[in-house]
């Protein structure tokens, strides 16, 4: 029991890891930061948290249950969030990032005074449409079992926890990797991002097979 919990944990971890990407949210939030002093940086880092993790717990566990009375199956969840996971690793890799903030919102947040923690940070920066659809194939893994659910949900808190610490460090991080380090980053995930999307539609085509 516990060692399927902890192999449950690591395997959500692992896969919210690679597509959050808190080193890469750390050097945005610091392009975003750039005129704030070191009190409002770490408001809108925590705020933006807490509201990021919320997000995606509430997203993982409610969509599924939507799914299912629209008479969508499991397999197909998972073949259609592998893909969509593709698209959020192509951006990665190509350093184009659609499916994240995009240049003119992080554009429009650095020159605006107001409170950015909600809109571009949490959504779509941290809690976008990669780590929702992630959430929900983790979800959808974890058949219901109080475990798995459990263990999707803390390896939620410990990648946003890491998130936050990435955030509140984000200046010095910046500093120390500099562009290429951080772009170097984003492109290794990004292909461990393409090996999660092709797991999720393997095992969602194989359900499917077998089903039929």
Same mark, same amino acid.
């Given at each position: 029991?516990?060692?399927?919990?902890?192999?449950?944990?690591?395997?959500?971890?692992?896969?919210?890891?690679?597509?959050?990407?808190?080193?890469?949210?750390?050097?945005?939030?610091?392009?975003?930061?750039?005129?704030?002093?070191?009190?409002?940086?770490?408001?809108?880092?925590?705020?933006?948290?807490?509201?990021?993790?919320?997000?995606?717990?509430?997203?993982?566990?409610?969509?599924?249950?939507?799914?299912?009375?629209?008479?969508?199956?499991?397999?197909?969840?998972? #073949? +259609?969030?592998?893909?969509?996971?593709? /698209?959020? $690793?192509?951006?990665?890799?190509?350093?184009? &990032?659609?499916?994240? %903030? *995009?240049?003119?919102?992080?554009?429009?947040?650095?020159?605006?005074?107001?409170?950015?923690?909600?809109?571009?940070?949490?959504?779509?920066?941290?809690?976008?449409?990669?780590?929702?659809?992630?959430?929900?194939?983790?979800?959808?893994?974890?058949?219901?079992?109080?475990?798995?659910?459990?263990?999707?949900?803390?390896?939620?808190?410990?990648? #946003? +926890?890491?998130?936050?610490?990435?955030? /509140?460090? $984000?200046?010095?991080?910046?500093?120390?990797? &500099?562009?290429?380090? %951080? *772009?170097?980053?984003?492109?290794?995930?990004?292909?461990?991002?393409?090996?999660?999307?092709?797991?999720?539609?393997?095992?969602?085509?194989?359900?499917?097979?077998?089903?039929?």
């Amino acid at each position: 029991m516990l060692n399927a919990f902890i192999a449950d944990f690591l395997y959500a971890a692992v896969a919210l890891f690679v597509i959050i990407d808190p080193v890469g949210t750390a050097i945005i939030f610091a392009a975003l930061t750039t005129h704030d002093d070191a009190a409002k940086r770490r408001t809108i880092a925590k705020r933006a948290s807490a509201i990021s993790f919320l997000v995606l717990l509430v997203f993982g566990l409610a969509v599924e249950k939507l799914l299912r009375l629209l008479g969508i199956g499991i397999p197909a969840l998972q #073949i +259609a969030g592998g893909a969509l996971l593709f /698209l959020s $690793a192509k951006d990665m890799v190509t350093a184009k &990032g659609e499916l994240r %903030a *995009s240049s003119e919102e992080r554009s429009a947040a650095s020159e605006s005074t107001e409170d950015i923690s909600v809109f571009p940070l949490a959504i779509p920066l941290i809690a976008g449409p990669g780590g929702m659809t992630t959430m929900v194939l983790l979800h959808a893994k974890a058949g219901g079992q109080p475990g798995a659910v459990l263990a999707n949900a803390l390896a939620l808190a410990a990648m #946003i +926890a890491a998130t936050l610490v990435s955030m /509140l460090g $984000a200046r010095r991080l910046a500093r120390l990797m &500099g562009a290429t380090g %951080a *772009s170097v980053v984003g492109r290794v995930l990004g292909i461990l991002v393409a090996a999660l999307a092709a797991q999720f539609i393997i095992e969602g085509t194989q359900a499917a097979l077998h089903l039929g």
